[in-house]
């Protein structure tokens, strides 16, 4: 049974906060994906210790961040576990900073902090696939890490699902952190489908849409018959006002995952300052304001 009761085409979310997603999603779009509008390329290599051949983009090690070895309660013991973070439609790698600096401030260092920017801003999941693939083996023969944890925003959450999936990478992964991802899909994917609407930005439609269940072998179908496998951890966040999941609000939750809800929207989820207190707890089984962990505040 479906975890949805109404997935109906009837009417049209036309809010504010709707309106205002999409509005967002434009202009990244003519920015080449970056909100903010920053000197790179997606595809630049230069904030990454290796070539990547123009396939995608990113930031993460110790000459980015400038900041050598683990400090404070991290310091003389085994070093954290990198963490590579996973942006959504029409975004990048500048998504994560300020997520960067949350874990400078509290020991981590500089090779355990990494940002992929999609060669495309809007991907198709078989394209994050093959990229996360590459980066993340990346990740760990720079780090000598056996195992990464994960963080995905939005579609970036399904990529980073149907990476796993499709590579069977989850020993590659000790902790998936999920945020405002359309897990089952989305309501709106419905209407942009059958509206035809399935190019640029939309092209993942056919696969997000949240009546899924209703049609054989459909990829969320096949991704869903078992939502958090492997020995990793996995965690959700989810926007009790994220307008994208009109509808379908559970969308972003997983069966077997620590499923939790904030009061904002969907770019909230990810940039809540709660969300940052969860992902280092979660990722380090440390409180992130815990007194050992302010030390790295001198920096």
């Known amino acids: 049974m479906s975890m949805f009761t109404e997935t109906a085409t009837r009417g049209w979310p036309f809010s504010p906060a709707v309106l205002r997603i999409l509005r967002r999603l434009?202009?990244?779009?003519?920015?080449?994906?970056?909100?903010?509008?920053?000197?790179?390329?997606?595809?630049?290599?230069?904030?990454?210790?290796?070539?990547?051949?123009?396939?995608?983009?990113?930031?993460?090690?110790?000459?980015?961040?400038?900041?050598?070895?683990?400090?404070?309660?991290?310091?003389?013991?085994?070093?954290?576990?990198?963490?590579?973070?996973?942006?959504?439609?029409?975004?990048?790698?500048?998504?994560?900073?300020?997520?960067?600096?949350?874990?400078?401030?509290?020991?981590y260092g500089g090779d355990d902090l990494w940002a992929i920017s999609f060669r495309e801003g809007a991907s198709t999941h078989r394209e994050m696939a093959e990229q996360l693939d590459d980066f993340v083996g990346r990740v760990r023969e720079h780090t000598g890490a056996e195992s990464v944890a994960v963080v995905g925003h939005s579609l970036g959450v399904t990529g980073l699902r149907y990476w796993l999936a499709s590579r069977d990478r989850y020993e590659w992964v000790d902790t998936l952190v999920g945020l405002a991802g359309p897990n089952h899909g989305t309501v709106f994917n419905i209407w942009c489908d059958e509206a035809g609407i399935r190019s640029h930005g939309y092209q993942v439609s056919p696969v997000l849409r949240a009546d899924y269940e209703d049609m054989e072998n459909h990829p969320l179908s096949v991704l869903n018959r078992d939502e958090t496998p492997g020995d990793t951890d996995y965690y959700t966040?989810?926007?009790?006002?994220?307008?994208?999941?009109?509808?379908?609000?559970?969308?972003?939750?997983?069966?077997?995952?620590?499923?939790?809800?904030?009061?904002?929207?969907?770019?909230?989820?990810?940039?809540?300052?709660?969300?940052?207190?969860?992902?280092?707890?979660?990722?380090?089984?440390?409180?992130?304001?815990?007194?050992?962990?302010?030390v790295g505040l001198s920096r």
């Not at 989810?238 to 770019?267: I, K, M, Q, Y």
């Open 237 to 294: 966040l989810r926007g009790a006002d994220d307008a994208l999941f009109w509808r379908c609000e559970e969308s972003p939750e997983l069966d077997g995952a620590t499923n939790v809800t904030l009061e904002t929207g969907h770019d909230g989820v990810r940039t809540h300052r709660a969300t940052k207190g969860y992902l280092f707890e979660w990722i380090t089984g440390e409180h992130p304001y815990d007194l050992r962990n302010q």
């Open 26 to 107: 434009r202009r990244s779009r003519r920015n080449d994906g970056c909100v903010v509008d920053c000197e790179h390329d997606r595809t630049d290599d230069d904030r990454l210790p290796w070539s990547t051949d123009g396939e995608y983009g990113g930031w993460g090690g110790r000459a980015f961040h400038g900041v050598d070895g683990p400090a404070g309660a991290f310091e003389g013991d085994a070093s954290p576990t990198p963490v590579v973070f996973v942006h959504g439609t029409q975004r990048d790698a500048c998504d994560w900073e300020s997520h960067a600096e949350f874990f400078l401030r509290r020991g």
